[in-house]
C-alpha cells in the first residue's frame, strides 16, 4: 500500500496558504487597506467553507453520529483532522486481520492488441484509505481555481499598483501558484482515473513533468495577462471576467438542455430534487473557475450517469486554446495601447512577446504529453496529431464555404436541363448520338470549364466505442464499487 503522500501535501499547500493569507490580512488592516483586506479574507474563506463541505459529502458525515468531526469542520480544522486518521489507517495495516475484504478487477494495457485481467483483494482499510485519497484530490481541485488562483491575481495587481513586494505577500503568491499548479496536476491526473476506471494506470516522471510545465506556464500567462490588462482598464476588466465565467458555467447546462435527457437523480440517494440541482450548480461553478485560468482536463457532461464526458474531444480543445490565446493577445494589445507611465522603465512589446511564447510552449507541452506521455495513449482511437489535422481541415472547410457558396450557382447552371427556348450555341451533332444535338452552355472559350466539387458530410468526428462488461466506475463524488457499463469514446 502506498504511503499517503498526496494527501500530506493536499493539507500542506492548505494549511500553509492559509496561515500567510490570514498574516497578510492582519498587514492590511493595520495599514488601513480594508479592501485589500476584505478581498484577502474572501478568497481564503470562500474556498476553506467549501473544502469543509465537500469533505463531509464524500465521507457521509451527515448520516453518521460523528458530532466531533462535524464540530471540527465547522472550526475549518477537517482537512487536518482527516490527514491524521488517513495517516492512522496507513499505520494500522497488516496489525489486524481484516475479517472481509472485497476482489477488484483491473484491465492492463493492451499488449499486442490483447487486454489482461487483473484480479486484487482490496481490504477495508485500503478501501477506506482510497476514499480518503479520492476526497483530497478534489478538495485540492477546489483550493486551487476557487481560491488560489484569485488570491494570485488579486496579490499580484496590489503589487503592480504598489510597485513593491513584500514579504507576506511575495510568500502568499509562492504558495498559491504552487497551490494552483498542484490543483491542475490532480484535475488531470482525476480525469485520466474516472475515464479509465477499469485500468490500471501508472502514470510515469515524464508525464508529471510534461503536465507540470505545462500547467505552470498555462497558468502564469493567464493571471499575468489578466493583472496587466487590469492595471490600466480596471472598468473593463470585470466585463471580461463575468462573461468568460457565464459562458462556462452556463456551457453544460446548455448541452444538457439540448440532450432532453432526464434530471439526474442518482447524485446521491438522500438529496432531494432541490439538493442535487445545488450539488450540481457548484460543479458547474468549479468547472467554470478551472476554465477561467487554464483547461479543465475533467470536462463535465450532465446527462452522463457519472457526470463526466469520458470521451476525448480534440476539437473541443483545439477551439478553447485557440480562443484563449486570441483572447490573451486581444488583451495584451489593449494593454500596450493604454499602458500608463509606469510601464516606461519596462520593454512593452518584448513583454508581450515573451507572454505568447511562454503561453505556445504551455501548449507545446500539452501536445507532447497527449503525444508521447499519456498512460493511456494506446486506447485513443485517432492521435492527437491526426485530431489536430482533422481541426486544420475543419477550418480550412469553414474558410472556403463563401467560395463554394459562389460556385453552387454556376454548378446549377451547367448541370441543369436546358432552356426549353433553345441553346445558346450548338455544337456539330456526333453520327453516332442518336438522342439529338448535344447542347452546351456559352462560355468564353478561353476559360476553362466549371468544376464539379463532391458534397462534402457535415460530421467530420468519428467515434469508436468499445463496450467491456462487469466494469466498475467511480461517480465525481461517488462510490467506491458499482457495476455499470464503461465506454471509451474518443472523438478525432
Request: with cysteine; aromatic share 12%; charged share 15%.
Amino acid at each position: 500500500m502506498r504511503l499517503p503522500s498526496s494527501i500530506f501535501v493536499s493539507v500542506s499547500l492548505f494549511t500553509a496558504e492559509t496561515t500567510a493569507a490570514l498574516y497578510l490580512s492582519s498587514t492590511y488592516r493595520s495599514d488601513g487597506d480594508q479592501i485589500w483586506q476584505g478581498l484577502t479574507l474572501l478568497f481564503t474563506l470562500v474556498p476553506s467553507v467549501l473544502v469543509q463541505l465537500t469533505l463531509t459529502f464524500i465521507h457521509r458525515d451527515l448520516s453518521r453520529d460523528r458530532p466531533l468531526v462535524l464540530l471540527l469542520h465547522i472550526l475549518q480544522l477537517g482537512p487536518i483532522v482527516r490527514c491524521l486518521e488517513a495517516f492512522c489507517i496507513y499505520g494500522s495495516v497488516g496489525q489486524v486481520e481484516e475479517p472481509y475484504v472485497s476482489i477488484t478487477r483491473k484491465r492492463q494495457m493492451p499488449r499486442r492488441g490483447q487486454f489482461e485481467e487483473v484480479e486484487r483483494q482490496v481490504g477495508q482499510a485500503e478501501g477506506k484509505l482510497f476514499t480518503h485519497r479520492a476526497a483530497f484530490a478534489r478538495t485540492s481541485v477546489i483550493q486551487a481555481f476557487l481560491g488560489s488562483a484569485p488570491q494570485l491575481t488579486l496579490q499580484l495587481y496590489i503589487c503592480v499598483l504598489q510597485q513593491t513586494v513584500s514579504i507576506g505577500r511575495g510568500t502568499l503568491m509562492i504558495i498559491s501558484l504552487l497551490s494552483i499548479v498542484y490543483g491542475a496536476l490532480r484535475c488531470n491526473i482525476l480525469a485520466i482515473k474516472i475515464k479509465y476506471d477499469d485500468y490500471e494506470v501508472e502514470v510515469r516522471p515524464a508525464a508529471y513533468l510534461c503536465i507540470f510545465l505545462w500547467r505552470s506556464f498555462e497558468i502564469a500567462t493567464r493571471v499575468a495577462v489578466l493583472v496587466l490588462f487590469s492595471s490600466v482598464l480596471q472598468l473593463w476588466i470585470l466585463p471580461v471576467v463575468l462573461l468568460n465565467f457565464l459562458i462556462f458555467f452556463l456551457y453544460p447546462w446548455v448541452l444538457f438542455w439540448f440532450s432532453h435527457s432526464p434530471f439526474p437523480e442518482n447524485i446521491e440517494k438522500t438529496l432531494t430534487r432541490v439538493g442535487t440541482t445545488i450539488v450540481l450548480c457548484l460543479l458547474t461553478f468549479l468547472y467554470a473557475g478551472i476554465n477561467m485560468f487554464c483547461w479543465s482536463a475533467v470536462q463535465l457532461k450532465l446527462n452522463d450517469p457519472d457526470l463526466i464526458n469520458k470521451s476525448q474531444n480534440w476539437y473541443r480543445m483545439a477551439v478553447y486554446y485557440m480562443l484563449r490565446f486570441v483572447e490573451n493577445a486581444s488583451l495584451l494589445l489593449l494593454w500596450y495601447v493604454f499602458q500608463t507611465d509606469f510601464y516606461r522603465f519596462i520593454c512593452a512589446p518584448f513583454l508581450v512577446l515573451q507572454l505568447l511564447v511562454v503561453y505556445t510552449m504551455a501548449i507545446s507541452f500539452m501536445l507532447v504529453f497527449y503525444q508521447f506521455c499519456h498512460p493511456c495513449r494506446k486506447l485513443f482511437s485517432s492521435s492527437m496529431t491526426q485530431g489536430l489535422w482533422d481541426c486544420s481541415a475543419l477550418l480550412c472547410l469553414v474558410c472556403y464555404a463563401p467560395e463554394r457558396n459562389e460556385a453552387e450557382p454556376i454548378e446549377k447552371a451547367a448541370l441543369g436541363p436546358p432552356d426549353e427556348s433553345g441553346p445558346i450555341e450548338k455544337t456539330a451533332q456526333d453520327p453516332s448520338d442518336e438522342a439529338g444535338p448535344v447542347e452546351k452552355v456559352g462560355l468564353d472559350p478561353a476559360q476553362p470549364g466549371p468544376t464539379n466539387y463532391k458534397e462534402l458530410g457535415d460530421d467530420t468526428s468519428y467515434d469508436t466505442t468499445y463496450t467491456m462488461p462487469n466494469d466498475t466506475s467511480h461517480q465525481v463524488f461517488g462510490e467506491m464499487n458499482g457495476d455499470m457499463s464503461h465506454s471509451l469514446s474518443c472523438n478525432a
